[in-house]
């Protein structure tokens, strides 16, 4: 059931309430002319007046207490008038604004001992009274009740949308924390790739000693290099237009060797002395993790010290953790170049989600950057 439809049935019920006491009283006018035929014009009246607080519930959202006032004071003079000005009342009751409500409180409970005591006080104007203060008192519980029930529809209704609105908040978060990890690995792969292009295109351009066949394999090696770093952005590109998960295989600390091969390839001077154990236990996040930050840890060296030997030590077992330690020489006055010190940022954050920590300094000359990530026994 949508709103608007809600709402006409609320209408049609309040003005039932307000009909059924004019139909009740109406009968009992019509018993009461049937007695006595003098009476009639006092009947017509009666019933007119009750017609006219019908009228006047249409405004009682408007104008609640004004409503709720003047059906009160009508039915001083007409009985009728009794269902439209309950009706008011705990329409304005509804609203809870007590320095309305308890005026129109006063003068209903007046109004209606006023009516009580046209034909003079006696044991039935008290009984009329009391009546009547009992369910002047029941209307007053009623329309707190409907005001509760009320605030409390709307609170869920907010507390719905709140939800709602959190739910998407986190979705956006989800997803701009995936396209983050996507824009990571995507610096991982093009700054590796990109660094060996240059040095093997700067390799070209400087070195006028190479031979023809020499010249050659640096030309296939960039052609490879250039090939490949397309494949891979595809790869990473590809994941942008899906659900957002990075395709397998991804490469862990097991293609590290290959990696290294490849940079030696290009020119790049790398020693390594790789003590892992148990290497086939290193989980496979972890893994995938020290790789890229080797991997970006080689491209930095290339770019801030380029043609300098870089020490790459790589240690750990389970229960201690896994260690990556990359220095190279750390000349005085060299540019950082595009991007200078984004990589730093970058490894930061990867070792960041894999729970682990990182330190880099200029110790004796070298740069060194210290990574330590976690891998439980």
């Known amino acids: 059931m949508d709103d608007r439809t809600e709402n006409q049935l609320g209408i049609a019920l309040r ?14 006018l019509v ?22 607080g019908l009228v006047l519930i249409r405004w009682r959202r408007r104008r609640p207490w004004p409503t709720a006032l003047a059906t009160a004071l009508l039915t001083v003079f007409s009985t009728t008038a009794t269902g439209p000005a309950q009706v008011a009342y705990v329409s304005l009751g509804t609203h809870r604004r007590w320095r309305q409500f308890i005026p129109v409180t ?14 003079g006080v006696n044991q039935a104007t008290v009984v009329s009274v009391v009546t009547g203060t009992v369910i002047l008192g029941g209307l007053i519980v009623f329309g707190l009740y409907l005001r509760g029930r009320r605030d409390l529809a709307v609170s869920q209704r907010e507390a719905v949308l709140a939800a ?9 978060q989800a997803k701009l924390a995936e396209r983050a990890k996507i824009a990571q690995e995507m610096h991982d792969v093009l700054a590796h790739r990109i660094s060996l292009l240059s040095m093997l295109a700067g390799g070209l351009a400087y070195r006028t000693d190479l031979t ?44 590290v060797d290959a990696l290294f091969d490849e940079v030696r390839a290009a020119g790049q001077q790398v020693e390594v002395d790789d003590t892992i154990d148990n290497r086939e236990l290193l989980p496979t996040q972890t893994g995938r993790h020290a790789y890229r ?17 870089v020490t790459a030590e790589l240690g750990g077992r389970p229960g201690d ?28 954050e990867r070792t960041r989600m894999a729970g682990g920590t990182i330190s880099h300094a200029v110790q004796n000359g070298r740069f060194v950057l210290d990574v330590r990530l976690p891998w439980e026994a």
């Open 15 to 28: 003005y039932l309430c307000a009909v059924l006491p004019m139909l009740f009283y109406g009968v009992v």
């Open 31 to 52: 018993v009461i002319v049937s007695r006595d035929r003098d009476r009639l014009a006092w009947a017509l009246a009666d019933v007119g007046l009750g017609v006219i």
């Open 106 to 119: 006063v003068v209903s409970w007046l109004c209606l001992v006023a009516r009580s005591s046209w034909n």
């Open 164 to 172: 709602g609105r959190e739910q998407l908040q986190r979705i956006e």
């Open 212 to 255: 023809a066949e020499e010249t050659r394999e640096t030309a296939l090696a960039i052609q490879e290099n250039a090939h490949q770093s397309l494949n891979e952005l595809r790869g990473v590109l590809g994941t942008l237009r899906s659900d957002g998960a990075l395709e397998a295989p991804q490469p862990n600390l097991a293609h």
């Open 293 to 309: 930050i080797v991997q970006e840890a080689l491209t930095n060296a290339r770019k801030h010290a380029p043609g300098s030997r």
């Open 321 to 348: 953790g896994l260690r990556i330690r990359v220095s190279n020489p750390a000349p005085a006055g060299t540019s950082a170049g595009p991007g200078g010190r984004l990589g730093l940022v970058g490894l930061a």
